[in-house]
């Protein structure tokens, strides 16, 4: 976003089969560059979202946002309840 409640400034898409966290960070790199600023923020699918890929974001200082991925969801529910009922 150009501002708080801004439109976008720039976008790009990835195709889901094709693209690789390095993609990402190089996409990310050249928009660094080409805004002079460092301050953005990756909206993601939950498809990104993978122990080794947010490392990889996280490493490279790509911020970015994204679902929890259906999976990871039930996973922690079925955890919490678990817990609750042991104690």
Not at 10 to 32: I, L, P
């Given at each position: 976003?150009s501002?708080?409640?801004g ?13 690789e ?17 460092n ?5 993601a699918?939950?498809?990104?979202v ?7 974001l ?14 990871q969801?039930?996973?922690?529910a079925?955890?919490?309840r ?6």
């Amino acid at each position: 976003m150009s501002a708080d409640g801004g439109i976008p400034v720039h976008s790009r898409f990835f195709d889901g089969a094709a693209a690789e966290v390095r993609q990402v960070v190089g996409a990310m790199n050249d928009r660094r560059t080409m805004a002079g600023t460092n301050t953005f923020v990756m909206v993601a699918d939950s498809k990104l979202v993978s122990y080794s890929n947010i490392t990889a974001l996280l490493q490279a200082g790509v911020e970015c946002i994204a679902p929890v991925p259906a999976a990871q969801s039930r996973r922690a529910a079925r955890t919490r309840r678990l817990r609750a009922h042991l104690g």
